[in-house]
């Protein structure tokens, strides 16, 4: 066990009638990478906050280096070494690389006059600490989100840190990335400096923690050695139900005549040549690496591209699927990818986003849209889907990525479509709501006979909800699968085409 840096014991906090922390208590040895998990709402953010010092706890105590405090002041907590990089960051996009990593740092310094050619000194040497190169004189607003942590990171040190606490530092970022961090996050433990790594992956723990703490619903669930978590436990610490995923086999299906079907789709510098057919209930699975061409032919099933050859056929009728109001007009919905750019209206209230897709479906006959009607309809898709709100009226914003993914959802499933397509529907989704969906999709297929296409790089997502995969590569679909014939490894290999999965 290492030397304990920062306990923090019995802490409570409350924001009006939500208690967000329940009496929490949570370890970090010195040098130790820690990890603390806990689906969307269960206090994480609150606790680091109180940490910092940006809130006061109702109760308990905070103690650090061997002294109990009953809260810290912002300045306390950063005297003492504790930095906190938000989900935010912090970053000041219209800065350099080099002023934002220095430039505080120099003003901390109570020098009259700040010398830039110490800001870039500092910046420099503080990149090359964590070994990360990084164009000094780059306006941070242009890079990425990845560059910008990296940047957060390296001010952060900068300020004799004994404690980094990072807030999801990882929701946004490619594997590549989040390699390249987790290396930066080793380096700064090799010289003795505390990790607390929020997260709410598993495989994120496996990879670079050595200890982990759960909270669900503002209360510490477990806190234990990493080595001794699997996934069956994890699942259950974090969503305090047992869920187990089993593969999806519909009833018999009757493949007398598809539903939707693609012949010899081809779109320049995405794909080429794609063939298949969609039966009513099933679910066929498209799925392949990044840059496979997954997308670009999600997006022109939808008509979001306009795909240069080939055809589709709806239920044995060649139709041509040019815009996503064609698409809508032939009852094929589609849900994105990326929900906050492409999914959502993030300015507006839940409802209205429930009834977006579907506004012409309530009007009254004199041409107003009812909005009766439209709150009915909302009312019946949130209890459906278990959407977790408060009131309908309420920002999009206010709810979780899950229940955000399930309005968007709803909204497509207010249009009554024959196929339902959707392109990476579980990316940022809790364990809980990602299970609820699944099973809400399994359903639709079974009981409505709808015909889904599920496009995804979740490997377990695609093996145990889709009946048919087909794998992409290159912009061709190189082979198809039943999900029955696959495991977790042999998919993956099929993927990345490691080596030739035995069937
Ligand atoms: P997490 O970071 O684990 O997602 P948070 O700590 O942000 O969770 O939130 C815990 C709970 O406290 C949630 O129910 C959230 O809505 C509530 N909460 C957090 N901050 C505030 C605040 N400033 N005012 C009101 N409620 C809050
Ligand atoms: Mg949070």
């Known amino acids: 066990m290492r030397d304990t840096l920062l306990e923090v014991r019995g802490i409570s906090k409350r924001f009006g009638g939500v208690k967000a ?32 010092g940006f809130y006061q706890p109702d109760e308990g105590e905070i103690i650090f280096d061997g ?11 950063i005297q003492l070494g504790i930095q906190v990089i938000y989900q935010d960051m912090s ?86 990335e989040v390699d390249k961090l987790f290396k930066v996050i080793r380096q700064l433990q090799s010289e003795g400096i505390s990790v607390l790594f929020i997260s709410h992956k598993l495989d994120e723990v496996f990879e670079i923690a050595e200890r982990f703490t759960i909270f669900r619903n503002g209360k510490l669930i477990v806190t234990d050695d990493a080595k001794n978590v699997d996934n069956e436990s994890f699942v259950y610490y974090m969503t305090g139900r047992k869920i187990e995923e089993n593969y999806f086999v519909p009833d018999e299906i009757d493949r007398s005549r598809s539903i939707f079907k693609v012949e010899n789709l081809c779109l320049k510098n995405g794909f080429e040549n794609i063939n298949f057919e969609i039966y009513p209930g099933e679910i066929l699975g498209i799925t392949g690496l990044l840059g496979s061409g ?13 795909a240069d050859k080939g055809c589709i056929y709806i239920d044995g009728k060649e139709t041509s699927i040019r815009t996503p109001m064609d698409a809508l007009k032939l009852n094929v919905a589609y849900v994105p990818e990326d929900r906050l750019t492409e999914g ?15 506004i012409d479906g309530i009007k009254k006959s004199n041409g107003i849209v009812d909005f009766d009607k439209g709150r009915a309809d909302s009312k019946k898709w949130v209890a459906d889907l278990g959407i977790k709100l408060d009131k309908l009226e309420d920002g999009i914003q206010t709810l979780s990525g899950g229940n955000q993914q399930k ?12 196929v339902l397509i959707l392109n990476g529907p579980t990316v940022g989704v809790d364990i809980g709501a990602k299970f609820d969906i699944h099973n809400y999709l399994r ?39 039943k999900n029955t014939d696959l495991t977790v490894e042999t998919l993956q290999n099929l993927i990345t085409g490691k080596k030739e999965a035995v069937l």
Not at 25 to 42: F, K, P, Q, T, V
Not at 294 to 306: D, I, N, P, Q, V
Request: contains cysteine.
């Open 21 to 52: 922390l329940d009496k929490v208590d949570l370890a970090i040895g010195r040098g130790e990478i820690h990890c603390l998990l806990g689906e969307n709402g269960s206090g994480k953010s609150t606790l680091i906050k109180i940490v910092s």
């Open 67 to 77: 002294i109990s405090y009953k809260h810290l002041t912002i300045n306390q907590s």
């Open 91 to 176: 970053i000041f996009p219209n800065l350099t690389v080099a002023e934002n990593i220095a430039l505080n740092y120099e003003l901390y310094s109570k020098k009259r006059l700040v010398s830039w050619k110490n800001v870039y000194k500092i910046a420099r040497q503080s990149l090359e600490h964590i070994g990360i190169e990084l164009p000094l004189d780059a306006e941070v607003g242009t890079l990425s989100v990845a560059d910008k942590q990296l940047i957060a990171i390296a001010r952060s040190i900068l300020h004799n840190s004994k404690l980094i606490i990072m807030d999801e530092p990882t929701s946004a970022l490619t594997r590549r």
């Open 294 to 306: 997954r997308t670009e032919l999600a997006k022109a099933l939808f008509g979001l591209y306009s």
């Open 344 to 358: 959502l209206f993030l300015t507006q209230s839940i409802e209205n986003n429930m009834i977006a897709a579907h």
């Open 407 to 418: 309005v968007v959802l709803g909204k497509w499933l207010e249009t009554s479509p024959k």
């Open 443 to 481: 359903a639709l297929a079974q009981q409505k006979n709808m015909a889904i296409i599920l496009i995804s790089d979740d490997i377990s997502e695609i093996l145990m909800n889709c009946n048919r995969i087909l794998i992409i590569k290159n912009g061709k679909i190189v082979s198809e699968h």
